[in-house]
């Protein structure tokens, strides 16, 4: 603990002042808040604050409604506590809280009150007490006890936030909850710091900003790789396996989108490298699971059907690029066989250099005339992807004015994953936290 950072003592009285009077003298804190009942009140004027040997800069006497109510206890300086630290400019960084005095209620209330705060506390034992050891320090034999907060040293209940809020998708929250945390704990700092770029890593990534992603991922694992080595806590142990896994398979889509970037008008044919047959496309597949997050995290269908669609588009789009060296945003049509240009340029909207853009249907269609077994695919589940595809070119986030139902986004996973030939157990799956209540 530093002793140049504490600046406030909420200290609790009751009936026994010296061991108060001993703590005061010892820390000599610029501001003291006493905590008291309407009996122990008149002991701050009478046998504390004469026995002195310094003069703080302030001082406020906060009473207990009732000395022995746990409840009104804390609630009281639940209130008091932070309205004197915005009075006197403080943070609670800057108080330590003694709780040698008062009932064991008040002692109790003083310790909860802070305990989620990441503050310290001391405490006055004795070398020697009263009725043959088990009362009060005698004068002259008080001893000072400093103590850490044992809620941060267990980091209880930012494990407990922490796995609701990640579990839920919600990484930015868990990110300020990590950095609030780790300043607090100095045993689970690491935890708490690695936490802190991991969910950063992973929203970039929810949001599809692949490279920020595995560039804070990276940095996330490479903290918490010691930490978890030397964790007791299987939780622990899973949640660093489950990064692990993550890394390469997220290395792998900024692979891909770079390969697929490269092969746009203008940039080096991807076809040069040779074909890629038929594997499957990381981004699609992580796409199809960006759905599930939407729709089974976040109930929100209207997104979830709109990553389903783009994802249902990037799969024509990837092998009409990977296996024949065709862009269908911009058609070359020295590439396509004189016999498929006439049906191609039917629905497609023109562009400059000879090249046209053709729309889903007509980029699974020359799939089909080209002979290429995804285009087949399509033809034989197009009447139904089409009419389900129809209902999301309703949707509000489309071009209509109708909320997307669970119903029609169950069935329109269900279509993507039959024709994708997928698994829901085949798609990239993000780490869960879950400490079982158990803490670090």
């Given at each position: 603990m530093n002793n140049d950072k504490i600046k406030l003592l909420v200290v609790s009285v009751g009936g026994s002042p010296a061991p108060v009077v001993f703590s005061l003298n010892q820390r000599r804190p610029a501001y003291v808040v006493y905590f008291t009942s309407a009996t122990s009140r008149k002991t701050v004027r009478e046998n504390i604050e004469p026995k002195l040997e310094f003069k703080p800069l302030d001082h406020e006497i906060v009473v207990t409604p009732d000395e022995e109510d746990l409840g009104l206890s804390v609630a009281t300086l639940l209130r008091e506590i932070p309205r004197l630290l915005n009075l006197w400019s403080l943070d609670f960084a800057e108080l330590l809280g003694d709780y040698t005095g008062g009932t064991k209620t008040m002692s109790a209330a003083l310790v909860l009150a802070?305990?989620?705060?990441?503050?310290?506390?001391?405490?006055?034992?004795?070398?020697?007490?009263?009725?043959?050891?088990?009362?009060?320090v005698l004068d002259g034999y008080e001893k000072m006890l400093f103590l850490d907060n044992p809620w941060d040293a267990l980091a209880v209940g930012s494990c407990r936030d922490a796995e609701l809020l990640f579990n839920r998708c919600r990484f930015m929250a868990v990110r300020d909850l990590a950095i609030r945390t780790a300043t607090r704990t100095d045993r689970h700092r690491p935890f708490f710091e690695a936490l802190?770029?991991?969910a950063e890593g992973y929203y970039a990534w929810d949001s599809f900003q692949y490279k920020s992603a595995l560039e804070k991922l990276k940095r996330g694992e490479?903290?918490?790789?010691?930490?978890?080595?030397?964790?007791?806590?299987?939780?622990?142990?899973?949640?660093?396996?489950?990064?692990?896994?993550?890394?390469?398979?997220?290395?792998?889509?900024?692979q891909e989108i770079g390969r697929l970037v490269k092969s746009q008008p203008g940039k080096k044919d991807l076809a040069a490298a040779g074909p890629v047959g038929e594997q499957r496309s990381q981004l699609v597949m992580d796409l199809v699971a960006n759905a599930l997050r939407r729709a089974e995290i976040e109930q929100k269908y209207d997104d979830a059907v709109g990553r389903l669609y783009s994802a249902v588009e990037k799969l024509a789009k990837y092998r009409l690029l990977t296996v024949f060296a065709i862009d269908n945003s911009a058609v070359d049509l020295t590439k396509i066989p004189e016999a498929l240009q006439a049906?191609?340029?039917?629905?497609?909207?023109?562009?400059?250099?000879?090249?046209?853009?053709?729309?889903?249907?007509?980029?699974?269609?020359?799939?089909?005339?080209?002979?290429?077994s995804l285009g087949t695919a399509y033809?034989?589940?197009?009447?139904?992807l089409r009419k389900v595809l129809g209902i999301r070119n309703m949707s509000l986030l489309a071009h209509g004015f109708v909320p997307v139902r669970k119903e029609t986004y169950d069935k329109l996973l269900q279509i993507t994953l039959e024709f994708m030939q997928l698994e829901i157990a085949d798609l990239p799956r993000f780490?869960?936290?879950?400490f079982a209540g158990e803490g670090l």
């Open positions: 802070l305990a989620e705060r990441g503050c310290s506390y001391s405490y006055v034992g004795g070398r020697s007490r009263s009725k043959d050891g088990l009362g009060v802190q770029y991991l490479s903290l918490l790789r010691g930490y978890a080595a030397a964790s007791s806590q299987a939780a622990v142990r899973k949640f660093y396996q489950e990064v692990v896994v993550n890394v390469p398979l997220l290395e792998n889509i900024c049906g191609l340029c039917a629905s497609a909207n023109p562009r400059e250099n000879n090249k046209i853009q053709i729309p889903l249907h007509k980029s699974y269609e020359l799939l089909n005339d080209l002979g290429d033809t034989a589940s197009s009447e139904e780490p869960l936290l879950n």
